[in-house]
Each structure stands twice: as structure tokens, then as C-alpha cells.
């Protein structure tokens, strides 16, 4: 998962954001992917949620350079990660990304995939308006070429669909 080999992965996601401060303290990179493509950035959306420190946190890694608009890698290492994208890359291509299971399509959709792009698929509205606010660009597309505003109607959360299309260029 998102946190392999970059322990500043996990606990941006999971961790308050004293966690992370010691952890960029100590010279974690918060540009750094994992193997499997991920930035610490990216763990934002798919862990933070729950997270009352997301907004925080989100902040703090761009204070230590994070790119806001990292996208995931495209030469992952993690092979099980491969096979799983690669899985669902097939999945989709079969059905069509507007057919597909909502996991296949969310998995399909992970390389290229900018930390907006991943807060747009989840629907988190605030991580939305805080990454937008903080110079996300809003029209870099995956590598499928779909944009963050297009992957949120296909996950059903029209608001931030909405939010995303008063920022286009």
C-alpha cells in the first residue's frame, strides 16, 4: 500500500501532525514515492478522512516542498501493486470505466493520479477546496487521461465535480 518504503507515507495519512513534523524534522522526504508510486500526498486522500489533522498535515508537507501536484508514479517496483493496476487497467478497458466495479475503476485510475485527483475519486470536498487553495492544478489528467472533475461524476460525487469545474483554466 501507500506506504511502502517511505515512512512519512503512512504517517501523513494516519498520523497527527506533530508525527509528521518529527518525521519531516528528521529528513523524511515528503517528495519521496514509495515503491509502489505513491508521495506522501497521496496518502492524504486515501487515509485522511478520518483524520482531523488532514488540513494540517496537507499544509505542513507542502511548507517542506511536497509538490502539490505529484502524480503517482508511473515505473511502480511493488510488483503485487502492479498486478493489481494492471488488473484493473484490464477490468476497465472490458467494461468501460463508467461499468466498472468502483474499486477496478478507482485502482485503474491510480497512475498519474495527482493528490487531487485522489481527493476528487473519494469526495472529500474540504481536502478538495484545501488543494485547490493551495495551487493544485486542476486539468492534469492520469495516465488515462481522465481529470480529477470527470473521475468524481464517475464516482457519483457530483458536488465536487461542480467545485472542480469553477477551476478550470
Known amino acids: 500500500g501507500p506506504s511502502s518504503t517511505n515512512p512519512l507515507?503512512?504517517?501523513a495519512g494516519?498520523?497527527?501532525a506533530d508525527t509528521v513534523r518529527v518525521f519531516l524534522e528528521s529528513r523524511c522526504d515528503p517528495a519521496k514515492a514509495s515503491i509502489d508510486g505513491f508521495a506522501p500526498l497521496h496518502a492524504l486522500p486515501l487515509f485522511g478522512r478520518s483524520n482531523p489533522d488532514v488540513f494540517e498535515t496537507t499544509?505542513?508537507?507542502?511548507?517542506?516542498r511536497a509538490n502539490v501536484n505529484v502524480q503517482c508514479e508511473t515505473q511502480?517496483?511493488?510488483r503485487l501493486f502492479v498486478f493489481?493496476?494492471?488488473?484493473?487497467?484490464v477490468t476497465v478497458a472490458l467494461w468501460g470505466l463508467a461499468h466498472?466495479?468502483?474499486y477496478w475503476r478507482k485502482l485503474a485510475s491510480i497512475p498519474g493520479a495527482t493528490p487531487l485527483t485522489m481527493a476528487a475519486m473519494q469526495g472529500d470536498k474540504g481536502l478538495v477546496k484545501l488543494l485547490l487553495e493551495l495551487e493544485a492544478e486542476v486539468d492534469i489528467p492520469n495516465e488515462r487521461g481522465d481529470t480529477p472533475e470527470a473521475l468524481a461524476l464517475l464516482s457519483g460525487h457530483q458536488d465536487v465535480a461542480q467545485l472542480l469545474s469553477m477551476f478550470h483554466v
Open 84 to 89: 493489481a493496476v494492471v488488473r484493473a487497467s
Open 76 to 78: 511502480i517496483k511493488d
Open 14 to 16: 494516519r498520523g497527527s
Open 9 to 11: 507515507n503512512g504517517v
Open 59 to 64: 499544509r505542513l508537507l507542502l511548507a517542506y
Open 100 to 102: 466498472a466495479d468502483p
